[in-house]
């Protein structure tokens, strides 16, 4: 586990070199794919840029050199280009930065693909429906995506259950609330008659609702780009509460 690192250090590599190769030759795959593209829209190689340098950055120390000369230098800009001037140009850097990549994967060992699990495979240990809506987005680098497909459906299944019960259709905070209340609670967690069972109801009650404010409106409403492993957590966390909900209903 990678510990974070004084307050105006370097930090270090926090993926494994396993790990590092897999997420590179990710972003190595969807640049190839941006390449194809019939018209390289900004937004969509601005977005895969910084996804591939967040990778960049989790796999190599901060001071290595290569976050540096990925990004390479800046160009000045006259501020009246033609848009197919500047498309041209981001094509130019998108070329560049996928033969950076294909040079600076060799430094990391190759990954036997026929391994059942690396560090990277995680998507076994999940729910089945969190694996079901988020894996392929997570594989294909669409991280903010597979964050938000994994609390919709969160938010989703949790909302048909109380529609079922109380005829009552919420969403988000409020419906996790109502459903998971230390006060006649729809779906319990432990024994209510308790006050050991009330702090615990009361304790998922606000971790369900917390995610709902703090982790799946942003991602619905912003395009994040997000550390990879950071993502991971994030998931893990879904997946905790939706096996959680599936106990108590």
Not at 41 to 70: C, I, M, P
Not at 114 to 130: E, H, K, M, N, V
Not at 218 to 224: I, M
């Amino acid at each position: 586990m990678a510990r974070n690192s004084p307050p105006g250090q370097p930090q270090g590599p926090t993926l494994s070199p396993e790990q590092a190769r897999i997420e590179l030759e990710r972003s190595l795959k969807r640049a190839n794919k941006l390449s194809k593209e019939q018209f390289l829209t900004v937004q969509r190689y601005e977005v895969w840029q910084t996804n591939a340098f967040n990778v960049l950055k989790a796999a190599f120390d901060e001071e290595s050199g290569h976050l540096e000369n990925f990004v390479g230098q800046a160009r000045m800009s006259l501020g009246n280009e033609p848009e197919y001037y500047l498309e041209a140009e981001r094509r130019k850097r998108l070329t560049r930065q996928i033969e950076f990549l294909e040079a600076v994967i060799e430094e990391f060992p190759p990954v036997d693909a026929q391994t059942p699990s690396t560090g990277a495979d995680f998507f076994s240990d999940l729910d089945t429906d969190i694996r079901r809506v988020s894996e392929k987005l997570f594989k294909d680098g669409h991280y903010a995506d597979s964050i938000l497909a994994a609390f919709k459906e969160l938010n989703d299944q949790v909302k048909q259950e109380y529609l079922k019960h109380r005829g009552e259709e919420l969403d988000g905070a409020d419906l996790m609330r109502k459903a998971f209340s230390p006060n006649n609670p729809v779906f319990a967690f432990a024994n209510q008659s308790t006050e050991s069972g009330k702090k615990t109801q009361q304790g998922f009650m606000e971790l369900f609702a917390g995610s709902m404010i703090g982790i799946r409106n942003p991602h619905a409403h912003e395009n994040l780009s997000l550390d990879p492993d950071g993502v991971k957590h994030l998931l893990y966390l879904a997946s905790l509460l939706m096996k959680k909900f599936k106990t108590a209903r």
